[in-house]
């Protein structure tokens, strides 16, 4: 840690006028860029005790190690250079808005000899017109589909325009009257840039003067009795009131106007940016941004305006930007756009009527898109931690459950029995680490049950058993670790080691890359079982006969969200607005998820399955083509060798061998349609009867 004094600068070196200035580290790397109306000033206020300075400006003073100063002549020029600073240095003190995703804008290529409408995302280019941007690019392509009745402006590429140009016949879209073809020369250059020019004016919100055209157009054409030009007229009417009603209108005066609202907290703060041109909505897009250095609200509305406008000239910069709190000073950041722009910008905040509603609901999106930023973010830990903390209080636990391991059973009416497990560790999702099962009715070498029936408290006791079972015999062994198989299979003894597994160090197992040992070589803190207090009890005296007791075991049932306990009689009832009881509902919901996605994979399967499938050396077209020819398998099981040979592909020694294995499996139960009681003799359940099985399925 720097101490400010060693490179402070000497009274009298730095000039009292406006500039910018940069802090850098002892490896000389800029960690902030400001700039400021005067420099000695504002300088100065860095320099002084420790204690008086804010949190983050302090820790930004005792990490650099050096300042140095440019002085320009305005605040304006201060403004400008500050922004290409802070692009050119990414200094980690300084506010940096992070798009919260890429967005699609709607450009055409003014700057080609035959401009071009196509969905851009990415930097601008030079010569290019954009429109946006818009929050998903089907909506830009069902606006220009609409238009292009219209304004049939080309929009293939470049690989196929020049294709139609050398075979002399246009795309589909020419054909289709959606493109004016210049490719083969039915447009010229002139008309087609004009016809784009047009589109353009369009988009850019001046449509009245344009209806108005086609609809003069449209009386003229009725009453000359070209009645098919007029009907056509109307339709392009209609298409381009279609595309218009797709933006609603917000602001009744065909105002342009870019609304910036800011949702904020101590740690963080999201802008939302709604762009509104002639009148509607045209684009809305949104950053986040962590609080790395002292910042008002105003400091963070010109931060999003260097952003937004910084590389930006022209109309792209509108004429009125409203905001929820003015820069300070607001004069040199007014001077700056109108700049940009080439003439008067408005910069105020909305006091009354429409455009103070439209900022409200700028506002709540802003606040939403926060709220949703904190929920997404990995690093962020508040709400997550309380959570664990309510958990490990209302179970008693002495410290918080970083993993939690959860088990859900899925069967059909007893049939199909399968498990899953999932892991959550710090309260998120470890989706690498979730394992399924197939219940067996195993434990251990015993057989204790057989055949359908098997209920959930004898299934929670097996998977729980074996998935500790595994966990046992990882931390038994010394260095030796097995792929693990598909469906929890046995470990050998003798299987080699994992050749990519690293070893923890003084542990004597492999560990992955996040240095966590693997698979089920890692206990859990708490289990978390799907159900009531049979279930848990079962959990738990799987645990026990392992000895197995530094695992707490817990079960979330459904009807009540009641947390139960093993040996209590009465369930932990935590309040419904917890955050504990939120997390643990998370995670049985997942694990009912995973299950069922497993049981209804299994049973399917097991539904298609056929005894033709063990029948070695018949293919899939064989097989198809015995089905074709005896139209079911009950008609194939009564067939003779003979009349199975006739089949074209099938020899006498697979006819006999299919004989044998039919006559070896035994039929199945016919099928009902539950819709009309109707008996299906073929092998199979129709579509009605598997809905039927769904909603008995857990």
């Given at each position: 840690m720097a101490d400010p004094s060693s490179y402070r600068p000497k009274p009298g070196q730095i000039p009292d006028s406006p500039g910018v200035y940069k802090f850098r580290d002892e490896h000389g790397r800029v960690i902030y860029v400001g700039k400021a109306k005067s420099l000695r000033q504002r300088l100065?206020?860095?320099?002084?005790?420790?204690?008086?300075l804010h949190p983050r400006t302090r820790t930004m003073v005792t990490t650099a190690a050096a300042v140095e100063w440019t002085v320009v002549s305005t605040e304006v020029e201060a403004l400008q250079l500050e922004y290409t600073w802070i692009?050119?240095?990414?200094p980690r003190f300084n506010v940096k808005y992070r798009d919260d995703k890429s967005y699609p804008y709607l450009a055409v290529t003014l700057n080609e000899e035959f401009p071009r409408v196509q969905v851009m995302r990415?930097?601008?280019?030079?010569?290019?017109?954009?429109?946006?941007?818009?929050g998903h690019a089907w909506a830009i392509r069902e606006t220009v589909d609409l238009m292009l009745r219209v304004f049939p402006v080309r929009t293939c590429s470049a690989g196929v325009f020049k294709r139609s140009a050398q075979i002399g016949r246009p795309c589909l879209l020419g054909y289709i009257g959606k493109c004016s073809a210049p490719c083969v020369e039915r447009i010229s250059a002139a008309d087609h840039r004009e016809l784009a020019e047009e589109f353009c004016d369009f988009m850019a919100?001046?449509?009245?003067?344009?209806?108005?055209?086609?609809?003069?157009?449209?009386?003229?054409a009725a009453e000359e009795m070209e009645y098919e030009r007029a009907a056509r007229l109307r339709d392009d009417i209609g298409a381009l009131k279609r595309a218009m009603e797709k933006s609603a209108v917000v602001l009744a005066d065909a105002t342009d106007a870019d609304l910036i609202a800011v949702a904020e907290d101590e740690l963080e703060a999201a802008v939302q940016i709604f762009h509104v041109r002639g009148g509607r909505v045209r684009g809305q897009r949104g950053w986040v941004t962590d609080k790395v250095e002292a910042v008002t609200t105003g400091d963070l509305v010109e931060h999003a305006l260097q952003q937004l406008y910084g590389e930006e000239q022209g109309d792209a910069v509108p004429k009125e930007v409203l905001v929820p709190a003015l820069p300070e000073p607001v004069e040199p950041v007014a001077q700056w756009l109108s700049h940009r722009r080439g003439s008067q910008v408005s910069l105020r905040i909305p006091q009354r009527g429409d455009k103070k509603d439209l900022m409200a609901t700028v506002g709540r999106n802003a606040q939403q898109a926060l709220a949703l930023h904190k929920t997404k973010r990995a690093s962020d830990l508040t709400t997550r931690s309380r959570a664990l903390e309510e958990i490990a209080e209302a179970l008693g636990l002495d410290s918080v459950p970083l993993r939690i391991e959860c088990f859900d059973i899925s069967h059909l009416q007893g049939d199909d029995v399968v498990a899953s497990m999932v892991v959550f560790e710090d309260g998120l999702a470890r989706k690498s680490e979730y394992r399924r099962?197939?219940?067996?009715?195993?434990?251990?070498?015993?057989?204790?049950?057989?055949?359908?029936g098997q209920d959930d408290v004898r299934s929670m006791h097996e998977v729980t058993a074996r998935r500790f079972r595994r966990y046992l015999q990882e931390k038994q062994r010394s260095g030796e670790w097995t792929e693990e198989p598909a469906e929890d299979a046995p470990v050998e003894?003798?299987?080699p080691v994992e050749a990519d597994g690293a070893m923890e160090p003084g542990a004597g197992r492999p560990v992955d890359e996040d240095g966590r040992p693997k698979r089920f070589a890692y206990p859990p803190q708490l289990v978390v079982v799907d159900g009531g207090a049979p279930q848990v009890a079962a959990a738990r005296r799987a645990l026990d006969e392992l000895g197995i007791d530094d695992v707490a075991v817990c079960g979330l049932a459904k009807r009540l969200e009641e947390v139960w306990l093993p040996g209590e009689d009465d369930p932990v009832v935590l309040p419904r607005s917890s955050e504990g009881l939120y997390l643990l509902q998370r995670v049985r919901d997942e694990a009912h998820r995973f299950a069922l996605r497993y049981q209804r994979t299994k049973r399917g399967k097991r539904l298609k399955a056929s005894p033709l499938d063990a029948v070695a050396g018949l293919g899939d077209t064989r097989r198809q083509a015995l089905l074709k020819h005896f139209g079911s398998l009950k008609k194939l099981r009564a067939a003779t060798v003979d009349e199975i040979c006739e089949v074209p592909g099938v020899g006498r020694k697979t006819a006999e061998t299919v004989v044998a294995a039919l006559a070896g499996a035994a039929p199945s139960a016919p099928a009902v349609n539950t819709a009309t009681g109707e008996i299906i003799e073929d092998d199979g359940a129709p579509p009605a009867a598997l809905s039927a099985e769904r909603g008995q399925e857990r």
């Open positions: 100065a206020s860095y320099f002084q005790d420790l204690a008086g692009k050119e240095f990414d990415g930097a601008k280019k030079k010569g290019v017109r954009y429109f946006g941007p818009y919100g001046r449509t009245g003067a344009y209806l108005r055209r086609l609809e003069r157009q449209m009386q003229e099962f197939q219940i067996k009715g195993r434990v251990g070498d015993e057989q204790v049950w057989h055949g359908q003894a003798d299987a």
